[in-house]
């Protein structure tokens, strides 16, 4: 019985949310999202759904904490250094020989990813070239990977990260340190356009040699996970390459037809046939 109500609370959040702002959280992994929910009900101290439903039905800004609470924006330089490894060694040295290169950062959070990305670019002399587009659907997010302002206790594991992958120099060379922060090198963002998007029920909007979505699909089931790959393979050219989180796989999604493989430790797929 607790169960059925729990179930049919999350399910009036849901609807609560779509009708008020047309945000779609109705195929998010049942699970994680429970979680956060009962998160958010504690954090801002409200005595049930209910009252939970009232709030964001009535505050706009209180929504936009509500968004930032029920979705995970943990996010790290260089995380999995293999990964970046494979980026360079295999992967931007194919895209490398276009003339441009279009890479779309899909739910980049507070954009440490985008950084890691364009560092590497600039050390493989590639950074000119590139046209980056960053979106999350969290508008905060957004606004803190455009100002690329971190706390300087978040740098070491950035910089640890940045030795495994064995970067030419010092993350340190690439951002300056005032009053506990790191303020990243501007000029590594000159070409990126930093956008909110929501992969649910967001369009698609260009066409890229590469896509990172990172530990994002893990949050979705089977149905959105479905709907972000085939909005994803629309969004690539033929022979560019999607890559997704380690824990992560498109295994099982049907446009699995038009990818291959490319790197299956890395997860990183090459989409194959239009
Ligand atoms: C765990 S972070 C991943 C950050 C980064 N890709 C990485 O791997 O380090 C997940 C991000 O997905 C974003 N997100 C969740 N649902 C989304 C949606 N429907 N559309 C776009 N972004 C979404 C969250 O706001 C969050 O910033």
Known sequence: MAEEIEIR??????????????????????????????????????????????????????????????????????????????????????????QNIRIWHAACSSGEEVYSMAILLKEMDLLGRAQITATDINQDVIAAAKKGAYPLRNMELNQSNYERFEGKGKLSD???????????????????????HDLVLGPGFSKFDLILCRNVLIYFNMVLQDHVVELFSNSLFKNSFLAIGSKETIAWCKSIDKFSTFSIEEKIYQKTKE
Do not use: Q
């Open 9 to 98: 609370s999350i399910r009036n959040i849901v609807a609560a949310v779509k009708d008020t702002y047309n945000f779609d959280f109705g195929n998010y992994a049942t699970t994680s999202f429970k979680r956060r929910i009962e998160r958010a009900i504690s954090v801002f101290n409200c005595k049930n759904v209910d009252e939970l439903i009232t709030k964001i039905k009535a505050d706009k800004n209180f929504f936009d904490s509500f968004l930032k609470e029920i979705t995970v924006n943990t996010t790290e330089m260089f995380r999995d250094p293999s990964f970046w490894r494979k980026l360079r060694e295999d992967v931007l040295p194919i895209i490398g020989s276009h």
């Open 174 to 196: 690439y951002f300056s340190e005032t009053e506990g922060m790191a303020y990243m090198d501007t000029s590594l963002i000159a070409n990126v356009t930093f956008k909110p």
